[in-house]
């Protein structure tokens, strides 16, 4: 029997505990979080922590006074062995707002569900065959203070999934106001140029991922220069390689962006820095 936690306690998935008055159901009123589980133990936890701190700072909310992250980790760790998830798992933890009010919350306090699933034993390996990619046509993000989050608002995504799907493509990537590349429909975007490595700057409205962060803070540390800067759909036909980056995979190597072809040769040896740093 698969178990999910929400605020303190256990319960078996055919027990039901969401108001129809819920503001996240409502309104996208919360934010979500990613995580790998890897042999009982958190990946990236103190940047996934971080970025929740963030979140919790820009969306305003209170955390009650006997939250704790050191508890916050032991309740993943303890749903996921329950689902027997904790040796390879893919948790969400979802943060919303709790009922009451309509457009303004009454209460700041979170309601905190965590949820477990299985996961493939491919997702700890580089993808031997490159993903195939195109951009949706008919959203853009915008460029503010929401536009890094993870926020439970999260229709443009959706859409650019389903429209993926139509298409018969393995992601699509999400402009800006702008028209430059904000990120995928689940990851971050990174291109190789000339082994120039740059990424969408967090100001072109793509999603703070925790992968970015680490694969930046890694690459740097190896003295390997990573360009946040502006990227153009021509930048990405110009490009060597490109590669799509989450919490759950890593690195996921793309092969065709419409008719161009991407080699993985530099992408092969990052996947190998990020995973020794992930080690």
Not at 214 to 241: G, P, W, Y
């Amino acid at each position: 029997m698969i178990h999910y936690h929400l605020n303190g306690k256990f319960y078996s998935e055919a027990e039901h505990n969401i108001s129809v008055n819920n503001r996240s159901f409502r309104y996208g009123d919360g934010f979500f979080e990613t995580i790998k589980v890897l042999n009982s133990s958190i990946c990236l936890k103190d940047l996934h922590f971080d970025r929740i701190v963030k979140s919790l700072d820009i969306l305003q909310f209170e955390l009650p006074k006997h939250f704790s992250f050191t508890k916050l980790q032991e309740q993943i760790i303890e749903l996921a062995k329950r689902n027997n998830h904790h040796q390879l798992g893919r948790i969400r933890l979802t943060f919303y707002r709790n009922d009451g009010g309509l457009y303004d919350a009454i209460s700041l306090q979170p309601n905190i569900l965590i949820q477990s699933f299985t996961l493939n034993e491919s997702v700890n390996t580089l993808n031997e065959n490159g993903l195939v990619i195109d951009v949706y046509p008919t959203a853009q993000k915008s460029c503010d203070i929401f536009s890094n989050i993870k926020s439970n608002n999260y229709l443009q995504y959706a859409m650019a999934a389903l429209w993926a799907k139509e298409k018969k493509v393995n992601d699509a990537l999400l402009l800006n106001c702008n028209n430059n590349i904000a990120d995928s429909t689940i990851a971050n975007v990174f291109l190789i140029k000339d082994s120039v490595i740059k990424t969408p700057h967090l100001c072109n409205g793509c999603v703070d991922g925790v992968m970015r962060t680490h694969i930046i803070n890694s690459l740097q540390q190896h003295k390997i220069n990573v360009i946040e800067t502006e990227i153009t759909i021509d930048d990405l036909l110009a490009s060597d390689e490109v590669f799509l980056t989450n919490a759950i995979k890593g690195i996921n190597w793309v092969r065709c962006f419409r008719d161009k072809i991407y080699s993985n040769f530099q992408t092969q040896k990052i996947y190998k820095i990020i995973n020794e740093a992930h080690s």
